[in-house]
Nanobody, 121 residues
Framework: QVQLVESGGGLVQTGGSRRLSCEVT????????MAWYRQAPEKQRELVAS???????NYAASVKGRFIISRDNAWKRVSLQMNNLEAQDSATYYC???????????????WGQGSQVTVSS
C-alpha cells in the first residue's frame, strides 16, 4: 500500500530553519510531480513548492528565496528546507505526490499525514 510519510515538523524560532522530509513507501512504478502544501488555521490549503521529476522547482511568492525543495527519485523522497522562518509560516505542512502504484493502471494523488510547523518569537 502506497503512503507518504512525513517527518521534521516542530517548533522553531523566528529566523530559524527547519527541514521537512517525505518518503513514498510501498511498491511504485512511477512518480511525477512532488510538492509541499500548507494550511494555517481558518485558511485554505496553499501550494508552497513543487518539483518536477527532472528537478525543476516552483515556489509560492511568499517563500521564494527562503525555502528550497528537493527530491531524490532513487529513494522516493522529497524535502523542504525552510530558512529564515517567519510567524506567517506557521501551519500544517502536507507532502503531495502523483504516484503510480505497482498494481495500479493510473497515477493517483497521495497526501502525507501533515506536519505541524510552529514559528515563535
Amino acid at each position: 500500500q502506497v503512503q507518504l510519510v512525513e517527518s521534521g515538523g516542530g517548533l522553531v524560532q523566528t529566523g530559524g530553519s527547519r527541514r521537512l522530509s517525505c518518503e513514498v513507501t510501498g511498491s511504485i512504478s512511477g512518480l511525477r510531480i512532488m510538492a509541499w502544501y500548507r494550511q494555517a488555521p481558518e485558511k485554505q490549503r496553499e501550494l508552497v513548492a513543487s518539483i518536477t521529476p527532472d528537478g525543476r522547482p516552483n515556489y509560492a511568492a511568499s517563500v521564494k528565496g527562503r525555502f528550497i525543495i528537493s527530491r531524490d527519485n532513487a529513494w522516493k523522497r522529497v524535502s523542504l528546507q525552510m530558512n529564515n522562518l517567519e510567524a506567517q509560516d506557521s501551519a500544517t505542512y502536507y507532502c503531495n505526490a502523483d504516484v503510480l502504484a505497482s498494481d495500479a493502471a493510473n497515477y493517483i494523488e497521495y497526501w502525507g499525514q501533515g506536519s505541524q510547523v510552529t514559528v515563535s518569537s
